[in-house]
């Protein structure tokens, strides 16, 4: 059964949506930083920790991670430095 949406591999990074972590003062590392970018065919593709093991045992109800899929943290702060970048639904 295919799913209803699947990433496209193709696109593009379009623009960054936010600051970089050195902006925000999270990261003096230029190599390794959490990042968010908005892809050329409107789709959002994180940077982040990958916490997958540490958080699969303790899900939401309803929440599932698929077998090709990992649960990514970023800072709180860059995801606010990023609502200007955000549009309205």
């Known amino acids: 059964m295919a799913r209803p949406w699947e990433a496209d591999p193709s696109?593009?990074?379009?623009?960054r949506l936010g600051r970089t972590a050195q902006e925000l003062?999270?990261?003096q590392d230029e190599?390794?930083?959490p990042e968010m970018w908005q892809l050329d065919n409107g789709d959002v593709a994180v940077i982040g920790r990958d916490v997958t093991t540490d958080y699969a045992g303790r899900l939401p109800d309803g929440v599932k991670l698929g077998p090709d899929e990992r649960l990514v943290v970023l800072p709180g702060s860059m995801l606010r430095a990023a609502k200007p970048d955000i549009?309205?639904?």
């Open 31 to 33: 190599e390794y930083c």
């Open 11 to 15: 696109a593009s990074f379009a623009h």
């Open 25 to 27: 003062g999270l990261s």
């Open 87 to 89: 549009p309205d639904a």
